[in-house]
Structure formats: structure tokens, C-alpha cells
């Protein structure tokens, strides 16, 4: 036995070492492929909650939005209301001004009535008629000023 010959318990120790050797490549292995799934779970975890984080605010905004458009009609709904009663508001102030203004003038008239019925006092001579007359035409004036026509387009505008 000159020649080496690969005998029975040499062939067992290479296959061994070589098969320890492989299995601690296959250990690594499994603990890359370990670990990398353990971050996969931690990124798939962390995509699931923004995924639920998005979704909920897509909610809110939704809700939000609804909300805001009921609103508004609301409000469109109210001002048209609230234009419908000022037209009726302006329309009642137009009438009660020309109510007014007919009162002013039946006003006129009956201190022109008076005026004019009123005679003079006996015995009066030329100057004190003359300055009655002139106290008369102030007076007359003062009642055109206090029962005078009010302009109710002006105060109120057109209905």
C-alpha cells in the first residue's frame, strides 16, 4: 500500500467536514432568508397602517366634503329665503311711506282749511292785516316743510 488510497475512514471525514461545511452555509442562508422575511412582515405591518391611515382620511375628506356641499345649499337656500323677505319687507315700507304721505298731505290740507276759514279780527287796519298776512304766509311755508312729501323709492328703492 504504496499508493494513498482513499480509504473508509478518510472518505467519511471529507464527507463530513464537507457536509458540517454545508450546513453552516445553509444555517447563514436561513438566517439571511430569516431575517429578510422578518423585515418583509415589518414593512408589510407598516404599508397596512398607512394603507388604514389613508383610507381613513380619504373618509374624512369624503365626510368633510358632503358636509361642506350640504352647507352650502343650506345657505343658498336660506339667502334666497332671506332675499323673498326682503322684497316683501321693502314692498310693506314702500306702502306705509305712501301711507305717510298721504297723511302729510291731508295734514296740508286741513291747515290751509283752517288758515283759510279764519277771519280777520274786526277793526283791523292796513298794516296789521298786512302782517298777518305775512304770519300766515310763514306759517303756511313752516306746514309745507313739516307735512311735506317723503320720497319712499329713495328711502326704500323700487320694489
Request: glycine content about 8%; overall charge positive.
Amino acid at each position: 500500500m504504496t499508493e494513498e488510497e482513499p480509504g473508509p475512514g478518510r472518505d467519511d471525514a471529507s464527507d463530513a467536514s464537507e457536509a458540517l461545511s454545508l450546513v453552516k452555509e445553509l444555517r447563514e442562508l436561513v438566517g439571511a432568508i430569516l431575517e429578510r422575511l422578518t423585515e418583509a412582515v415589518r414593512y408589510g405591518k407598516r404599508t397596512r397602517k398607512i394603507s388604514w391611515g389613508i383610507g381613513l382620511l380619504g373618509a374624512l375628506d369624503i365626510t368633510l366634503s358632503v358636509i361642506t356641499v350640504a352647507v352650502l345649499f343650506n345657505q343658498a337656500h336660506v339667502e334666497g329665503q332671506l332675499h323673498q323677505q326682503q322684497a316683501v319687507i321693502r314692498q310693506s315700507q314702500l306702502r306705509a311711506c305712501g301711507i305717510g304721505n298721504d297723511f302729510r298731505a291731508g295734514q296740508r290740507q286741513l291747515w290751509n282749511h283752517v288758515i283759510a276759514v279764519s277771519s280777520a279780527p274786526p277793526g283791523e287796519t292796513r298794516a296789521e292785516r298786512e302782517a298777518r298776512l305775512a304770519k300766515l304766509a310763514a306759517f303756511r311755508a313752516y306746514i309745507g316743510r313739516q307735512f311735506r312729501a317723503v320720497s319712499c323709492t329713495a328711502l326704500y328703492g323700487k320694489p
